[in-house]
């Protein structure tokens, strides 16, 4: 007996000093469970044989062989259940409950030892060294080893599918654990082993031993079979499935996310339900989406479609028809695709074309029209210095009192000439200023210095009334550009802020810069009216402007856009939290900058 007491003995030190590594591991694989599982049945199973052997009477003896008869049954569904996770098998990974009904027998036969005193058919004899088997035994034998076998070919299925190196052999390792402990038992239990005792316990050891090697060695359970539903599950489009009647049964979590939903919130509901949630606003455009997608032939697919949701997101959708094998559609699988960034970048890519386009343009007009603008301002101030002699005149002459009257108003005639021209040249400076290169020397500017800067600049214009609140973020990195033509941007747009607070009291607007990433970022928004949803695609374009043609030239923010582009930044505008116009500039740090510019250079 003492063979069997040390070999029961190695097997429990060893099953726990396992246990303990496994349980310690920092990843969470899919077989950490089970395989704690079977290690605590080896635990049970060899306590109860040191229990059993050393125990002082039979009612203890049969009380240690039932405690360790609790690890003996539970030990083929925990088995079945290591391997099916191991080999992704579906059935039981998507119906955890499923595996529970491999227990049943197990509980059964254990319920069965318990009671064997009343019924005497799970052991006709018991003492502590040896015993007699019932019918009910080998009842359970029946029922043990399909889960034990059934776990050992889904592990020769995972190794024969297995196309990684060193695959094979680490399944074939796992097999032979399996194997090995289990024709142990099966050969002492026919009689096949001329040994007194079951040396299951010994080849358990065995098994435990190769197991810890494979683990130390071989990486054993680092590795797993990658199952199609787990790529799916890491796409960034969204996957959605549903049955032929358009009822939704799946949806991996790029999906949720895109829908902002759960999955209890999506299963069960139709595809046109959830577009018609996202986009109520579009919710005839849903109903044709939907129809098409319910149209689709078994060999048919959906183009590309987007929506616009209400969460203010553009969403592609592409969908195909699911058919078995006979072509008779099952199902339909649709993909979601969130386009919002994309289109956003695509906005701006758009609009620095028509800035480029605009600029040269620019330098263009602004040359040939300020020359002859340079003549007419001269001529107009000739003629406004020759009306005032002719005002003399008239006084002693022999004009009639109309012919007076009319050429009184040609000071005041010539006066309104000289102020459009006025408001040309403005127009004409400022697209020369649009359209100019940045001549200054560039290099590292605090922007929060820019910031204060156009903050007391800005305090300088009309509407002094509105309240300015800044919040600076200590320890900006500095930017690479020019201090000048930045705060000529933030200037316009606290002074644009200004502008649409005229109307209303108490007006408010804050500034705020803050790092995001290695992103130098400068927030100027306002409580005002905001920037109605028709006019947000044109805010940018040069000569757009909502004000009064003695308000501005439409070109402020145009400048502004391309001087943070020239910077290698973006200037956007968003719906502002208290309703108003917020406007972001995002301008790459110092070192970034220098990055980009290097990186240009090279290119160039």
């Not at 030190?13 to 899919?30: F, M, Q």
């Not at 130390?216 to 199952?227: C, E, G, H």
């Not at 050429?407 to 006025?422: A, F, K, M, R």
């Not at 020397?441 to 509105?466: F, S």
Request: glycine share 8%; charged share 20%; with cysteine.
């Amino acid at each position: 007996m003492f063979g069997a007491i040390l070999q029961a003995a190695a097997t429990v030190l060893l099953a726990i000093t396992l246990a303990i590594y496994v349980g310690l591991r920092p990843e969470r694989s899919a077989v950490r469970n089970p395989l704690l599982g079977v290690l605590a049945t080896l635990v049970f199973w060899s306590v109860g044989v040191i229990w059993r052997l050393t125990a002082s009477n039979e009612g203890s003896a049969f009380a240690g062989f039932l405690f360790g008869w609790a690890g003996i049954v539970a030990l083929p569904p925990l088995w079945l259940l290591l391997a099916s996770r191991y080999a992704r098998l579906p059935v039981l990974e998507q119906r955890p409950l499923l595996a529970l009904a491999a227990f049943v027998p197990s509980l059964l036969a254990w319920l069965a030892l318990a009671s064997n005193d009343l019924h005497h058919l799970f052991y006709r004899e018991f003492s502590r060294t040896s015993s007699e088997r019932g019918p009910l035994f080998y009842a359970w034998l029946l029922c043990a080893y399909p889960p034990i076998l059934g776990g050992l070919f889904l592990f020769v299925r995972a190794a024969r599918n297995a196309s990684a190196r060193g695959a094979r052999s680490r399944l074939a390792i796992v097999s032979a654990i399996s194997l090995l402990p289990t024709m142990t038992s099966l050969l002492f239990i026919f009689g096949f082993l001329p040994v007194p005792f079951d040396p299951t316990p010994g080849a358990l050891t065995i098994s435990v031993v190769v197991l810890t090697l494979g683990i130390f060695r071989m990486q054993l359970f680092d590795t797993l079979p990658l199952a199609r539903r787990d790529i799916v599950a890491h796409l960034r489009e969204g996957v959605l499935i549903s049955d032929a009647e358009g009822i939704l049964i799946d949806a991996n979590p790029a999906a949720l996310e895109i829908l902002g939903r759960s999955h209890d919130d999506v299963r069960g509901r139709t595809f046109r339900a959830l577009l018609e949630e996202a986009s109520p606003e579009e919710t005839r455009r849903a109903e044709q989406i939907d129809a098409a997608i319910t149209a689709l032939g078994a060999e048919d697919s959906l183009a590309p479609t987007e929506l616009r949701t209400n969460r203010d997101r553009s969403l592609e959708i592409t969908a195909r028809c699911l058919h078995a094998g006979a072509g008779h559609p099952v199902g339909r699988l649709l993909v979601l695709r969130d386009r919002t960034e994309e289109r956003k970048y695509e906005h701006l890519l758009r609009q620095a074309q028509r800035l480029e386009t605009v600029g040269s343009l620019a330098a263009g007009v602004a040359h040939e029209v300020n020359n002859p603008l340079a003549f007419v301002r001269a001529n107009l101030h000739q003629i406004e210095r020759l009306a005032a002699l002719m005002a003399k005149h008239i006084e002693g002459s022999a004009a009639t009192d109309s012919e007076a009257e009319e050429l009184g108003e040609l000071p005041q005639i010539v006066t309104e000439c000289l102020d459009g021209i006025d408001r040309i040249g403005r127009i004409v400076d400022a697209m020369r200023r649009f359209s100019r290169l940045p001549a200054e020397d560039l290099g590292p500017v605090d922007l929060n210095e820019v910031v204060r800067e156009a903050i007391r600049l800005a305090e300088l214009h009309r509407n002094r009334g509105v309240t300015v609140e800044a919040w600076m973020a200590e320890g900006l990195p500095a930017v690479q550009g020019s201090s000048q033509r930045l705060t000529q941007v933030f200037l316009n747009l606290l002074v644009n802020a200004k502008q649409a607070l005229a109307t209303q009291p108490d007006g408010h607007i804050t500034v705020r810069t803050r790092l995001a990433r290695d992103i130098v970022e400068v927030v100027v928004m306002d409580d005002g009216p905001g920037v109605p949803e028709a006019n947000r695609d044109r805010i940018f374009d040069p000569f757009f402007t909502t004000k009064g043609p003695d308000d501005g030239t439409g070109l402020g923010l145009s400048i502004a856009f391309d001087i943070v582009r020239e910077h290698g930044g973006v200037l956007e505008l968003k719906p502002g939290p208290r309703g108003g116009a917020c406007f972001i500039a995002h301008l790459p740090s110092h070192a970034d900058a220098d990055t980009l510019a290097a990186s240009a250079a090279a290119d160039g």
